[in-house]
């Protein structure tokens, strides 16, 4: 991800809504956990350009699955 700071202002409150937690914070990413699971966010060195490429190594799609809407 070309901007961690973006990222986890977006996907923060996100994954907040079904009870994700923050778990872990570092210079270059932050992870969230809920239960045994946890998701990562990182930001690459390995990046060539600001553009999106979903051609390109890395996450292009992401789905979640939830027991009911309440």
Do not use: I
């Amino acid at each position: 991800m070309p901007d961690l700071a973006g990222a986890v202002h977006g996907w923060g409150w996100l994954l907040g809504e079904p009870g994700w937690t923050p778990f872990q914070e570092w210079p270059a990413g932050r992870s969230w956990r809920l239960g045994p699971t946890y998701l990562v966010l990182e930001e690459s060195p390995a990046l060539s350009g600001r553009n999106h490429d979903r051609l390109a190594p890395g996450l292009n799609h992401l789905a979640f699955h939830t027991a009911s809407t309440g």
